[in-house]
């Protein structure tokens, strides 16, 4: 079937994160995906309604967001490991609230959760959906596939780990469509297939309705969440970006679209950091050249999956092109002068500007006089774009006060959502 690229659905969001967070290790490349087409062709074979099955894929490909460390990403890799729900709860915090992923947060509520158990968290009485269920199951299939060997030779170990599992751990009415599902080597060599992306689209391409703007700027504002409730210590750093960007855009009077555009560039413009270990993130000390080799590398990375989402326009360049600088310091291409383009030059004083005055892990914010100084400084060396720190400087007091109250409701709500289950892990268990 022929289909439309211009526009941007919820499944091109989708892959583009679990693409991005794969990129933390070799060892959970593709896990995802291949999670949700397992999950897809039992959810077919169940005979689930096609907006159910759609449902099921979304979930299985953003059903891990919720481990933020690499250590909790690698933990999930494990049949068996401690907590199993605490990044599902953790997934669940962070997409409830955004349209079109409601009843896709609750199958990854409980997409851990065994067939025997009554439940781990049920406020409100709600049913566990046959999505979460299956999702289990096909979750747990995937862990057990071994790249290394021939997935034809691994069938019967699979099902007969699977199948002593049927009534407890898993729901036992999925019996059939897995074994079903079993006796077709056509299944196992589409799992196994490097081209899951190209599986899940046949599929569900033109089945999902395009997004509009406000959604798209909605579903930035929970990318970046995702990017930055990885450590306390950058829990509102994006949406400070996000609001300064697209101020000082207002401000300069670029056109709407461009406005809105530089507030889901700010949202987007770290990424690429979801390939970076939460470890370097947090680092109180200088980075190491090997880090901060990795770091530097995080522009170019988000940039490559972003330019698969059409509706972004030039705010991928953007974001490719913020850590580059006008005397040809800055990374990854040492690009120059009029080479970096207006939107990654205002991207880029946001973005510093934000880091000066906010705390972060090596040193708390600086006092009034000090970042201005520090970013004029820039400006005069030919780092940042002159013109744009001359608007900075005319309001930076306005700009300054919007960034804090920004972050400040952006901390409280970290607090609520995501501390009570992100606390930091004791030494034993790192």
């Known amino acids: 079937m022929q289909v439309n690229r211009d526009r941007t659905t919820l499944l091109d969001l989708a892959i583009v994160l679990s693409d991005v967070m794969d990129m933390i290790s070799p060892l959970v490349h593709n896990h995802q995906k291949r999670a949700a087409y397992i999950a897809m062709r039992l959810g077919e074979e169940y005979g689930l309604k096609a907006d159910q099955v759609t449902e099921l894929v979304l979930a299985g490909l953003l059903h891990d967001i919720g481990a933020f460390s690499l250590r909790d990403r690698l933990d999930t890799l494990d049949f068996e490991f401690d907590d199993p729900h605490r990044h599902a709860r953790l997934g669940y915090q962070l997409i409830k609230g955004f349209s079109g992923l409601s009843r896709v947060a609750l199958i ?22 046959i999505q979460s269920h299956i999702l289990h199951l096909a979750d747990r299939v995937s862990i057990l596939m071994d790249e290394e060997k021939d997935i034809l030779d691994q069938v019967i170990p699979i099902v007969d780990v699977v199948m002593s599992r049927m009534g407890t751990t898993f729901m036992p009415s999925l019996s059939k469509p897995l074994m079903s599902l079993a006796l077709r080597e056509s299944f196992w060599l589409n799992a196994a297939s490097p081209f899951l992306e190209a599986r899940l689209r046949e599929r569900l391409d033109g089945h999902l309705p395009v997004l509009q703007p406000e959604d798209l ?5 929970l990318l970046s969440r995702i990017i930055d409730y990885r450590s306390h210590y950058t829990a509102t750093h994006s949406c400070g970006v996000a609001a300064t960007a697209e101020a000082l855009a207002r401000t300069m009077d670029l056109p709407e679209e461009t406005c809105r555009l530089m507030r889901i560039a700010g949202h987007l413009h770290d990424m690429g950091k979801l390939a970076v270990p939460s470890e370097i993130i947090e680092k109180p000390a200088r980075l190491s050249a090997e880090e901060y080799g990795i770091v530097m590398d995080h522009p170019r990375r988000a940039a490559r999956i972003l330019n698969a989402l059409p509706d972004l326009g030039e705010a991928s360049q953007w974001v490719a092109q913020h850590h580059e600088r006008l005397d040809g310091s800055g990374y990854p291409n040492h690009s120059g002068g009029m080479d970096i ?8 004083v ?23 100084r520090f970013l004029m400084d820039l400006a005069d060396s030919q780092q940042l774009d002159p013109e744009v720190m001359s608007v900075m400087e005319s309001r930076f007091d306005d700009l300054n006060d919007l960034r804090r109250n920004i972050q400040e409701a952006a901390c409280t709500r970290y607090d609520e959502m995501i501390r009570p289950f992100a606390e930091p892990r004791s030494e034993s268990e790192q």
Not at 109 to 126: I, K, S, V
Not at 217 to 221: A, G, M, Q, R
Not at 350 to 368: L, N
Request: aromatic share 8%.
């Open 108 to 129: 990854i509520l409980y997409h851990h959760l065994p067939w025997q158990t009554q439940g781990y968290e049920e406020p409100d009485g709600r049913q566990v959906l």
């Open 217 to 221: 700027s909605d579903l930035s504002t």
């Open 341 to 348: 383009s207006l939107g990654s030059r205002i991207l880029a």
């Open 350 to 372: 946001a973005d510093v500007f934000t880091a000066v005055t906010e705390d972060r892990p090596y040193r708390k914010a600086m006092t009034r006089d000090m970042p201005l």
